[in-house]
């Protein structure tokens, strides 16, 4: 199965993609965009949640990615890596953005990564500095991060070379040019639209 292409058509049959040429949408990154992948409605459809998952499996034994714990980053990563982890029989975390301020004010919850091979899992990788920071604090409880699997990335050159810098392998199920092609083709949007989004 071509995965890259069945992501993409999923992300479009759930309505998780939305073109606002006239009203961009600004990311945490800065960045205005015309485009909002929202990869949050998964779980809400099962068929294509089951086929996301499935890929993040083939994706991971295709290229050979070795782990002992899967790494969600709230909110967006959690259901993706609790699911993976299910899946493959792997102990799970989930990592806050920032330390709790009260309890045991931990930023990773679910066990001890000590030691540990940790695959983060993201749902979306623009820039790649708010997966980096995850990556950093995964490291600094004893982790060892080699691999990030994601559901979707721009592509972005800065993106790619954050996480060379970072010594740690990009893993992509589908891109945003793949996604604005499967569009075109099922006429979710017009070329001028296609046009304007990708410059």
């Known amino acids: 199965m071509d995965y890259e292409k069945e992501i993409a058509r999923a992300l479009l049959r759930i309505g998780a993609v939305k073109f606002c040429v006239e009203e961009p ?4 990154s800065g960045i205005r965009s015309p485009v909002y992948c929202d990869n949050r409605k998964f779980p809400f459809h099962p068929k294509e949640w089951h086929i996301l998952i499935d890929a993040f499996a083939q994706k991971i034994k295709q290229e050979k990615v070795l782990f002992d714990v899967v790494a969600g980053v709230e ?3 959690i259901p993706h890596s609790s699911a993976l982890a299910y899946l493959l029989q792997k102990p799970s975390v989930f990592i806050r953005k920032k330390a709790k301020e009260h309890g045991t004010k ?9 030691d540990k091979t ?6 979306l990788v623009t820039t790649g500095a708010s997966s980096l920071a995850v990556v950093q604090a995964l490291r600094e409880a004893g982790a060892r991060v080699n691999d990030c699997a994601v559901i979707v990335t721009y592509g972005f050159e800065e993106a790619k070379k954050a996480f060379e810098s970072s010594k740690v392998n990009l893993h992509v199920l589908t891109s945003f040019p793949t ?7 099922v006429r979710q949007m017009s070329q001028k639209e296609k046009n304007s989004v990708e410059s």
């Open 75 to 77: 909110t967006s990563g």
């Open 25 to 28: 949408v600004t990311f945490v």
């Open 179 to 185: 996604i604005l092609r499967e569009a075109k083709m």
């Open 106 to 114: 931990s930023r990773i919850e679910g066990g001890d990564v000590k």
């Open 118 to 123: 940790v695959l983060l899992l993201e749902d």
